[in-house]
């Protein structure tokens, strides 16, 4: 089976912008998760999505959204970039009743300039 | 709020050496408990995992062992390799909740010199 995909891999935007970023589960998975990793905070999730409904939210700013379509790719949307915004953002893909482990693409760096 | 504590790194042992990483958790209830490594540039990989007391995971030489009593899940290699040179986390995630989401400990940098 392919991994979990995340596109695009790297970005630059200045402050202000927005930016979108995708993600495909592995096949059969439905439930996708998000993080950011920055060296200074670590890695915080940021939220889940099953189904298409979030059902897990982190910690973050209203900024911060996602949603997931009925093929269970995601993306995730930041709006009005700060420079905090810059980060590994990852995404993670399990199959709920197949156990708890989330399975994490390799990450999509934003630089907010 | 459940919480992970991982030692303070980095880590620089010389190859053939024995590893450990300490880890401990704050939470409620019986969490599944994991080790996820990431290489430089690349995102984590999943090293092993445990879900009740006393279970022990192992993969590629490495083990950890779920203590309830102590609420540890140690990561132990008898003897590292060059290719071992990565960032361990140790993380949780909570059963029986509605979703899933996992608390990661800070990160510990292994270095493994030839």
């Known amino acids: 089976k392919a991994g979990v995909t995340q596109t695009p891999r790297y970005l630059i935007k200045t402050r202000g912008q927005q930016v979108t970023l995708s993600c495909s589960p592995i096949?059969?998975?439905?439930?996708v998760s998000w993080y950011q990793q920055t060296p200074g905070q670590g890695l915080q999730f940021l939220f889940e999505?099953?189904?298409?409904?979030?059902?897990n939210k982190g910690n973050f700013p209203g900024r911060f959204s996602g949603r997931q379509f009925s093929n269970s790719r995601s993306e995730m949307n930041v709006s009005t970039l700060e420079l905090g915004d810059s980060a590994l953002y990852l995404c993670a893909s399990r199959e709920p009743g197949q156990g708890e482990t989330q399975y994490f693409g390799p990450g999509t760096r934003l630089l907010v300039l | 709020g459940d919480s992970v504590t991982q030692m303070e790194g980095p880590v620089t042992l010389s190859e053939e050496a024995f590893l450990t990483i300490n880890c401990t958790y704050t939470?409620?209830?019986?969490?599944?408990l994991f080790w996820y490594v990431q290489y430089p540039g690349e995102g984590l990989q999943l090293l092993l995992k445990a879900t009740k007391a006393d279970d022990k995971g192992s993969n590629k030489g490495f083990e950890a062992t779920y203590r309830k009593e102590t609420t540890s899940f140690h990561l132990e290699k008898g003897s590292v390799q060059v290719s071992d040179s990565a960032v361990y986390f140790c993380?949780?995630?909570?059963?029986?909740?509605?979703?899933?989401?996992?608390?990661f400990g800070e990160g510990t940098q292994l270095t493994v010199n030839p």
């Open positions: 939470a409620t209830g019986y969490p599944s």
């Open positions: 096949s059969g998975h439905r439930s």
């Open positions: 999505y099953f189904s298409e409904t979030q059902r």
């Open positions: 993380a949780l995630s909570p059963v029986g909740a509605s979703g899933s989401r996992l608390t």
